[in-house]
């Protein structure tokens, strides 16, 4: 896997692959340049909603030790290790329909999505 950073590499944390739609893409980069301190994205499941658990996306400002890290589409990704297995081949989209703006995921992993597709299980 050619995007994985050399610092991922020397942890020996999983190889993992995020797909980025280019919507999704252009998006992230808007949010990143808002301000000069973000270095990234933090990609994160938190255990919620119906279904069991969602997905977080914040703006990275610095590296925790027990994240492994990916660039993807020059946009460098910081997943703590114990979810790289569960986040590995989502693909991200950003959808806008009206007013309203979100990222979506789509992985394999999921077994189950709740009705309003705000959490999954796996």
Not at 29 to 42: D, E, P, R
Not at 48 to 77: H, N, Q, R
Request: proline share 2%; aromatic share 8%.
């Amino acid at each position: 896997m050619k995007n994985i950073d050399k610092q991922q590499k020397r942890k020996k944390t999983p190889l993992i692959k995020i797909n980025i739609t280019k919507k999704a893409e252009k998006q992230i980069i808007f949010l990143l340049k808002k301000s000069k301190k973000n270095i990234g994205v933090q990609i994160k499941i938190k255990k919620t909603g119906c279904a069991g658990f969602k997905y977080v996306l914040a703006m990275a400002k610095k590296i925790d030790s027990s994240e492994c890290v990916l660039t993807e589409k020059k946009i460098k990704f910081f997943i703590p290790v114990q979810w790289t297995s569960i986040i590995n081949n989502t693909t991200i989209d950003f959808l806008a329909i009206g007013l309203n703006s979100s990222f979506t995921f789509q992985n394999q992993n999921h077994i189950s999505t709740c009705g309003c597709g705000e959490s999954f299980n796996i």
